[in-house]
């Protein structure tokens, strides 16, 4: 099945300052690459997702980045304010619909 | 309202009782999907389900059971309640594969 892993695990920046989360993964067969937030006491949202015949997406603030080679794919939050202060999420999972979440990036934006 | 819903929010429950969490989805998805989330573990997948009467196991799947006699709803029980298994619950569901996955609000439990 697809191994997924996230780094850093923790973040710490200054508000303004930009974030950048990364996400490595095994399968080259993958096609999906989703992030989600996870803001306290608050089940997961997808923010951005991205396919892989497409190398980069935004939406504001948030862009994702795949890297079909490297077999990564990032998040790039840019001008961070403290509502981005969250936990982040790149399940993977196997070719099917077993999404593994894992343990996540705790991004901290300080004020 | 549409959406997804979980019940009860919160339970508190002992040691060796059944407890049943609630998941309620108003958009006819097809998949649906319990993790339980802990310090230190992440979301970690207990069952997930491809469609009604079509359920199967995830990463920690012992001590649960669950059912799909419907579409809409997906109860996990705890048949007998155990402390380890004190953790937030999250239902989510999703159209199809590698499809957005809505999440619940969850359901904190506590086995005393």
């Known amino acids: 099945g697809e191994n997924v892993e996230q780094h850093p695990s923790t973040l710490s920046v200054q508000e303004g300052d930009s974030a950048v989360i990364k996400c490595t993964y095994s399968?080259?067969?993958?096609?999906?690459f989703p992030w989600y937030k996870q803001e306290l006491g608050k089940g997961p949202q997808l923010i951005i997702d991205i396919r892989s015949n497409v190398g980069e997406k935004k939406d504001q603030r948030i862009a994702v980045t795949l890297n079909k080679t490297a077999k990564h794919f990032s998040l790039h939050i840019t001008e961070t304010q403290p509502e981005d202060s969250a936990v982040y999420f790149c399940?993977?999972?196997?070719?099917?619909?077993?999404?593994?979440f894992g343990s996540g990036t705790r991004l901290l934006v300080r004020p | 309202d549409a959406g997804i819903t979980q019940s009860p929010r919160y339970k508190i429950t002992e040691t060796g009782r059944q407890v049943t969490l609630m998941c309620h989805q108003t958009w006819s998805h097809s998949y649906m999907f319990w993790y339980r989330q802990d310090l230190g573990h992440g979301l970690r997948l207990i069952y997930y389900?491809?469609?009604?009467?079509?359920?199967d196991k995830g990463e920690v799947p012992d001590g649960y059971v669950v059912s799909r006699s419907k579409t809409e709803n997906f109860p996990l029980t705890l048949e007998s309640a155990t402390r380890s298994q004190t953790s937030v619950y999250f239902c989510?569901?999703?159209?199809?594969?590698?499809?957005?996955?809505?999440f619940g609000s969850g359901t904190q439990l506590s086995v005393l």
């Open positions: 989510a569901s999703s159209w199809e594969t590698n499809e957005k996955l809505f």
């Open positions: 389900s491809a469609a009604a009467d079509i359920t």
């Open positions: 399940p993977g999972g196997d070719s099917s619909y077993k999404l593994i």
């Open positions: 399968d080259s067969a993958s096609n999906y």
